[in-house]
């Protein structure tokens, strides 16, 4: 590839013994040796155990295997599994393939089945790709007879059935296709020889409905190979026991919790992060940044190329277009995100991998793994929301483990001014977010026991015992475990009638087989944890207005959520794949659009990928807010609007939670500064509204960030406080999690949504697969109505405790609401104030920007009533 | 902000609406059942019941209280307006077999909403035949004071008639929100039904079947909502 790889800004200083023409990956698998630096002594049995071939290939490259690949020989020698904890660049993946490496060269092992020896698991198909194609590199390099292929979903049929017989040596994968491999009745076969098994990115794939999922997979792979041996390769993370756990079996579920061994890399030199500071005053509300858009551009200027990410794909959008409006050198800018067209997210990766690309404004897609170039700097606008997501995203800059990553952060407001300084701190500190320790889902066991029906028949004692060998599942109770085989089999129905349409039968021998073959193939086709929102294709038309639309259009651009889509009036103007659409209307699964004449779009908001602001960010940045002595090192108008706040109203204390009540207009307004993220100040409002409208204060709607939320409504809410009328104290009582709760989750459309991903996971609801949906509302049934008549007839239902399990962390961050209310008890620190105070006017700002909550779906449709009235009485609005 | 709570609307003030089909009186619940005072008769349409074991029977276990549901919505109606006679405007059974799947308990609460009153069952295209365990009296369609009660409206722009099959819905966009609900749609000399089971989906009315019955003009739309039935001008309804 012609890159001018040599070429660096003169104030850069990089070890000159990089070889200039080594292949970009191979860079990454594996660090030069330095030799000016001092390294740790090696071991001296390493060279002994590295085959002449291997050696000589570390030998032509002025390179020696690093001690922590070392590390990992040695644990694989001993058939230990072993977790790799690395930064990036520290040749991660060539640790964790060179035991397998070895060990097939030399052949020394007997075939009794298929003769797949490796497998590796990767959280995204591509890297798969990019590994395998990174990997033949080297083995073809060292001469070694080693095959190796990818299996995806993208994989021809005819292949993946031959793979099914005579596999490679070793096999690069996804969670789903192991998963689907396992169902078929040759798994025990296709397994047998089954050596090794190396999980890539673990940290992104074992705290979800995905880790699950290849949880039981791995305990079913070890049924079938009890010898394996697994690698799991991790960025830092807060808690790598968890990761331990999950690699290995938990032979004594109640008492004892086995790890595997671990191998740290220290991460080499520190990112250098700074906050940019624009000349710009910094806006009080907004993610956008476009305030330092001018800065961003020099910045980008000054770099070979940079990854600018944000954190939603409509910010994404934004950023695209703000750039090239002040891009006057025309410098050659991408976009990346999830909702582009998959051909022309391809030609953006490629463009970026050949160096033809300065810069490319990215979503989480490029999170992960894949090395697309030499990346030199990271930009971040708007907060991060998070410690961990911060590093993986400035690791994507600058792949060589001793240089220094260099990342800008970009705040979009005042609060996100704190919230970056706080990110900055935790980065350098090299603190990460603490995931939440999880307990496997329901619905995903539901999932994996089918396919284990489908494969062989299964003794439920047996199954359980293999299932509960899985970390998550290490908890799991025989009767929860009953009543998902039962939920298979039935529906798990408090009401047995379904009893004669069973999926699972009974055999002579006191196994369940499945009922008739129709079932493992609809099983096949349901398989996997990731369900995406209903989406529809953008497509590009020429004509505008037409009252009949084209029946063959033009471009597909992408393809956004049908929920955005569906709120969309004809002549709506959004922006979307790098440029300014009008929508012209939706038929079928399709998007029509055309080009708008505007270049100011609505910018109506999709938004995909939101993440809120995490735990331990929140408390950092309240430490912060609560210690004066540290504002003086903020920008200007962020210090000054703290002290303003402390002479108009208070700064709450570390332990504290502010309140304030002020009138404003013709409404009274509470608002509430809890720094739990916007996804559990959704859910608080949504509580409070329904409690302040039982006491009287008559709330019309509420607003929440990731910072606070307000309430706003007719009632006199300081005058209800003052006359002893509503206790603040009860308003904020841990007793909402109750009857309110409940109450709300009736209607809740998040609550709704959780419940549908559980019941697709589940096997309940089948997918909506591309090409078969057609406009088939009427046909297929919304589950929806299925939660409505559930909650009211089987409230105990194994698919409703999934979905509240789901809801608890997820949408409605539930349990991070119920840690906030019990923190501040007796801690509300309330101020009556005449009007509103200077922190409170972020949050009122969003008003008419962000969603508006409180308003009911009815409170919708009353309106749309009245609209009519009007009508007929002839005083419409308009 | 827009107010949307106006204060002058008690909570049940919307809970049925006066609907005029040819001159008669007749009153629109929000469950999507019509009540004839006139004839003191309570007409729904679509219940199809066990729809739930029928997609059980193939595989998919969809919770089997569908016809639980439905027949209680239907209870609290019968006990709200205490109907002389209530008609089922076919698909009463989501296909022939299911009066055989239905649970002894939904048969048994059945009968009881049967005791004293007249029950017609018009037959619909997934109900050619009813069960004699079901009880009422079966027929193809009837004509009660000059209007036909029939499953499928008659092609074209007929009149005088009351049907129901095509499980009318519609899409408001307000205030920036979406909102697809059931709903009655009809233009004062007949009327579509919405359906009244409890896993029917809809079909939008600016779909092309609508328009051969109505024409697009003088349009008549209400909407179910949890609360109420809410009279929606159509120029606020959309497209799918």
New interface residues.
């Given amino acids: 590839m012609p890159r001018k790889a040599t070429e660096k800004p003169p104030q850069k200083l990089r070890p000159k013994a990089r070889p200039a023409k080594s292949k970009p990956r191979s860079a990454a698998l594996v660090a030069p040796s330095e030799k000016k630096k001092s390294r740790p002594p090696r071991t001296s049995s390493a060279t002994v155990q590295l085959p002449p071939e291997i050696a000589a290939w570390f030998a032509r490259r002025g390179w020696t295997p690093r001690p922590h690949q070392l590390a990992l020989l040695e644990a694989a020698r001993e058939r230990r599994s072993t977790l790799l904890i690395a930064p990036t660049g520290a040749g991660k993946t060539l640790a964790g393939f060179l035991p397998s490496l070895i060990s097939i060269h030399n052949g020394n092992r007997k075939k009794t089945g298929a003769g797949l020896y490796t497998l590796y698991v990767s959280p995204l198909k591509a890297l798969a790709a990019d590994v395998e194609r990174n990997l033949t590199h080297p083995i073809e390099e060292m001469g070694l007879k080693v095959r190796t292929e990818t299996r995806t979903g993208d994989t021809s049929l005819a292949r993946r059935q031959r793979q099914r017989v005579k596999p490679p040596h070793i096999l690069l994968t996804t969670p789903e296709q192991v998963a689907l491999l396992l169902s078929h009745p040759d798994a025990p076969y296709l397994f047998a020889d089954l050596d090794t098994i190396i999980f890539d990115e673990l940290h992104a794939l074992a705290a979800s409905k995905r880790g699950d999922l290849l949880a039981l997979d791995l305990a079913r792979l070890r049924k079938l190979a009890p010898n394996v041996m697994t690698i799991g390769l991790s960025a830092t993370v807060a808690r790598p026991s968890e990761l331990r756990g999950y690699l290995v079996a938990q032979t004594e579920p109640e008492t004892t919790t086995h790890l595997a061994d671990i191998v740290t890399v220290k991460g080499g030199a520190k990112p250098i992060i700074r906050i940019l500071e624009a000349e710009n005053e910094i806006p009080w509300t907004g993610h956008t940044a476009r305030y330092a858009m001018r800065e961003v551009y020099d910045a980008i200027r000054a770099h070979k190329l940079s990854l600018v990410f944000v954190n939603t794909r409509m910010q994404a959008e934004y950023a695209f277009q703000e750039l090239w409006r002040i891009n006057d050198d025309s410098l050659p800018i991408g976009l990346h995100h999830g909702s582009l067209d998959g051909a022309q997210r391809k030609k953006v990766e490629a463009a970026m991998a050949e160096g033809r690309l300065r810069a490319i404004v990215a979503t989480s897609t490029l999170d992960l793994g894949i090395d697309w170039g030499d990346v030199d700097l990271v930009i971040h606008l708007g907060a991060p929301k998070g410690a961990s997501r911060l590093l993986q995203r400035i690791g994507r800059a600058n792949h060589r483990l001793d240089e220094p990553s260099e990342a800008i952060l970009v705040p979009g407001n005042r609060f996100e001014v704190l919230e970056c300084r706080a990110a900055q701190q935790a980065a350098e500190a090299g603190d990460q977010d603490a995931q939440l320790s999880r307990s496997g889902a329901l619905d995903v066991l539901a999932q994996h026991v089918l396919g284990m029906a489908c494969e062989a028949p299964f003794d439920p004692a047996a199954l359980f015992d293999e299932v509960r060998s899985a970390l998550p599942y290490a908890g799991l109770t025989r009767s929860q475990f009953d009543r998902t085989v039962d939920?298979v089999s039935?529906?798990?129905?408090a009401?047995r009638?379904?009893e004669r349409?069973a999926?699972l039968r009974p055999t002579d021998n006191g196994k369940l087989r499945v009922a008739n073959p129709?079932?493992a193939q609809?099983y096949r086709l349901n398989i996997g944890t990731i369900v995406d929102a209903p989406h529809l294709k953008v497509r590009l038309i020429a004509h505008r207005g037409a009252k009949r639309m084209p029946s063959m259009g033009g471009r597909v651009l992408g393809e956004v959520e049908e929920?955005f889509a569906?709120?969309l009036?004809p002549g709506d103007t959004f922006v979307f794949a790098g440029q300014v659409l009008r929508f012209e209307?939706?038929?079928d699964t399709e998007v029509f659009v055309t080009r708008a004449a505007t270049e100011d779009p609505m910018v109506p908001s999709y938004d995909g990928g939101k993440f809120p602001l995490s735990t331990h960010l929140a408390r950092r940045v309240r430490d912060m807010l609560s210690d004066p002595s540290v504002w003086s090192g903020l920008p200007n108008p962020v210090a000054n609007w703290l002290e303003l706040q402390t002479e108009f109203s208070v700064i709450p204390a570390q332990d504290e939670v502010l309140v304030e009540t002020f009138p404003r207009g013709n409404r009274h307004f509470l608002v509430a500064y809890p720094f739990e993220g916007r996804l559990a100040h959704q859910t608080l409002g949504m509580l409070l509204t329904r409690r302040l409208d039982r006491i009287g204060a008559h709330p019309?709607?509420f607003v929440a960030n990731d910072y606070a939320l307000a309430v706003?409504g007719h009632g006199d809410i300081s005058g209800l406080i003052a006359d002893g009328k509503l206790s603040l104290a009860e308003l904020f009582d841990e007793d909402m999690l109750g009857d309110d709760l409940d109450a709300w989750l009736a209607?809740s459309a998040l609550m709704k949504r959780t419940f549908r991903l559980a019941a697709v996971i589940a096997g309940?609801?089948?997918r909506r697969h591309p090409g078969k949906v057609k406009?088939g509302?009427?046909?297929?049934?919304?589950t929806d109505?299925?939660y409505?008549?559930?909650r009211?007839?089987?409230p105990d239902?194994l698919l409703l405790e999934a979905a509240w399990t789901d809801a608890a962390t997820g949408l409605l961050d539930i349990r991070r609401l119920g840690t906030f209310l019990a923190r501040i008890k007796n801690r509300i620190r309330h101020q009556v104030l005449d009007h509103v105070s200077p922190l409170a006017v972020p949050v009122l700002l969003e008003?008419?920007v962000e969603l508006?909550y409180g308003?009911d779906?009815?409170?919708?449709?009353?309106?749309?009533?009245?609209?009519?009235?009007r009508?007929a009485t002839g005083d419409a609005a308009q | 902000m827009n107010m949307l709570k106006p204060e002058r609307i008690g909570l049940d003030d919307f809970a049925d609406q006066p609907v005029n089909i040819c001159g008669k009186a007749f009153v629109a619940h929000k469950f999507g059942a019509l009540y004839w005072p006139a004839e003191r008769a309570l007409i729904v349409s679509d219940l199809h019941l066990e729809k739930g074991s029928a997609f059980a029977a193939r595989g998919q276990m969809l919770p089997p209280y569908d016809t639980r549901e439905t027949l209680r919505k239907l209870a609290t109606l019968i006990d709200r307006y205490q109907p002389e006679t209530v008609i089922s405007l076919g698909d009463s059974l989501h296909d022939s077999d299911g009066a055989a799947r239905m649970d002894a308990a939904d048969i048994e609460s059945l009968h009881i909403l049967q005791e004293d009153r007249d029950w017609i069952w018009i037959t619909g295209n997934h109900d050619p035949k009813i069960d004699r365990t079901l009880a009422g009296y079966v027929v193809q369609e009837i004509i009660v004071g000059g209007l036909a009660f029939r499953h499928e409206p008659l092609p074209g722009a007929a009149t005088h008639e009351i049907a129901g099959h095509f499980h009318p819905a519609a899409r408001l966009v307000f205030h920036g929100t979406s909102l697809r609900r059931p709903c009655f749609v009809g233009n004062r000399l007949r009327l579509v039904m919405p359906a009244f089971g409890a896993y029917t989906g809809g079909l939008n009315i600016l779909d092309g079947v609508f328009e051969p019955l109505f024409g697009m003009d003088g349009l008549d739309v209400w909407m179910l909502g949890h609360e109420g039935l809410y009279p929606v001008a159509p120029r606020l309804l959309r497209d799918d």
């Fill in positions: 939920f039935t529906g798990g129905y009401l009638s379904y349409f999926k129709a079932i609809q929920y569906e709120q009036t209307g939706i038929r019309v709607g706003w209607e309940l609801i089948e406009s509302r009427q046909v297929t049934i919304s109505l299925i409505d008549v559930l009211r007839h089987d239902h008003i008419g508006v308003q779906r009815d409170a919708i449709l009353r309106a749309a009533a009245d609209e009519l009235i009508e």
